[in-house]
């Protein structure tokens, strides 16, 4: 994948090779630009952007990345970005944040790679009430484990929903996961991106001005466990 696309400020000199097999079926090679550093933040299903545009400054040199699966909505926080980094070319802010669209359930792993990821966010998804709809939701046995592969160790997932039953399911599945434990209340106050996060995206100030309550998880990646 060609990631200077989305960071052209990060983009290296030096070019290589990538085989793309949806040009045709045994494959098409093509120049793409690598990146001078990977990108560490990932916020799934990012929404509308807020989340993004609010960290960007914050963690300057870390790059973050927002996927969402609503073309529309992509393009959207696309034009956002492009907009906010026209207005600060001579500082060089948001060049570090982008988005693209992507249904991360199916395809997470094609994005990064193993331990790549330092923060994963997943801000107030999708509820599915519906009990049929359950497997539809962000969380799950399955997803953990993806979750887990592309965090490093000591990697953070933060969720935030309004719906309590939704964040008693994210709780239940990744405290029965043994690649995570869940980061106590108190360790929680000092991390800036928990305050962002719960004010910052544009659902959180929605429950805010109805007075609604939000309800705060965040997992630690562990270290694999050693082979037998």
């Known amino acids: 994948m060609d990631w200077s696309i989305y960071y052209p400020a990060y983009a ?11 040009e045709s079926g045994a494959g098409a090679n093509r120049a793409v630009r690598q990146l001078v550093k990977d990108v560490e933040v990932a916020d799934i299903g990012c929404g509308f952007g807020g989340l993004l545009v609010a960290l ?3 963690l300057p040199d870390t790059l973050l990345l927002g996927l969402e699966i609503r073309s529309q909505v ?15 070319s001579e500082t060089g802010l948001y060049q570090n944040a982008a988005c693209l669209r992507a249904n991360t359930m199916k395809f997470l792993p094609n994005f990064f790679k193993k331990y790549q990821l330092s923060k994963i966010f997943l801000c107030f998804p999708d509820p599915h009430f519906k009990a049929r709809k359950h497997k539809a939701r962000i969380v799950s046995t399955t997803l953990n484990s993806e979750y887990a592969y592309v965090l490093k160790p000591g990697g953070i997932v933060y969720t935030i929903t309004d ?5 008693k399911w994210m709780i239940q599945h990744f405290d029965l996961h043994p690649l995570f ?12 991106s928990v305050q962002i996060m719960k004010s910052e995206t544009e659902e959180g100030k929605k429950v805010e001005r109805n007075n609604g309550n939000k ?14």
């Open 12 to 22: 290296a000199d030096e070019t290589m090779e990538e085989t793309d097999t949806a």
């Open 56 to 58: 960007a400054p914050r």
């Open 74 to 88: 992509a393009g959207f926080v696309q034009d956002k970005i492009k907009a906010l980094r026209n207005q600060n």
């Open 163 to 167: 719906v309590e039953d939704l964040h």
């Open 181 to 192: 434990e869940r980061i106590s209340d108190e360790e929680l106050e000092g991390d800036e």
């Open 215 to 228: 309800y705060v998880a965040c997992f630690r990646r562990l270290e694999d466990p050693p082979w037998p």
